[in-house]
């Protein structure tokens, strides 16, 4: 399987928004279980949020839920994530990828079907 390519990311201001996307070059999002995760410096890559391809549902860590949501396009085969409410502790480099469980117990889990994209950053700073 080929990796999911992100992009969307940048510098934006605590309090603002930025909306980041995974592509997926190959194969249709929307068989899969998509993932969301985020590396922030000196920091160890940690999964935040999912969403289920088979009930369409969304789980959301507690340090994001509120303020991120991911949706998918299935024209666009693509999965978004948009954020909100940004702040200094979301700044990382942002991954999307295939995930073999999605629930409100696994969402988190770094369980990929396939290999790592690139990521795109992200950087919360005034």
């Known amino acids: 399987q080929v990796p999911t390519v992100e992009s969307g990311g940048g510098l934006v201001q605590p309090g603002g928004s930025l909306r980041l996307s995974c592509a997926a070059p190959?194969?249709?999002?929307?068989?899969?279980?998509i993932g969301w995760f985020r590396q922030a410096p000196g920091k160890e890559r940690e999964g935040f949020s999912c969403?289920?391809?088979?009930?369409?549902?969304?789980y959301y860590a507690d340090s994001v839920k509120g303020r991120f949501t991911i949706s998918r396009d299935n024209v666009k085969n693509t999965v978004y994530l948009q954020m909100s409410s940004l702040k200094p502790e979301d700044t990382g480099v942002y991954f999307c990828?295939?995930?073999?469980?999605?629930?409100?117990?696994?969402?988190?889990?770094?369980?990929?079907?396939?290999?790592w994209g690139q990521g795109t950053q992200v950087t919360v700073s005034s």
């Open positions: 969403l289920s391809h088979t009930v369409g549902r969304t």
């Open positions: 990828a295939v995930k073999k469980s999605c629930s409100s117990g696994t969402y988190s889990l770094p369980d990929i079907g396939g290999p």
């Open positions: 190959g194969f249709t999002l929307e068989h899969y279980n």
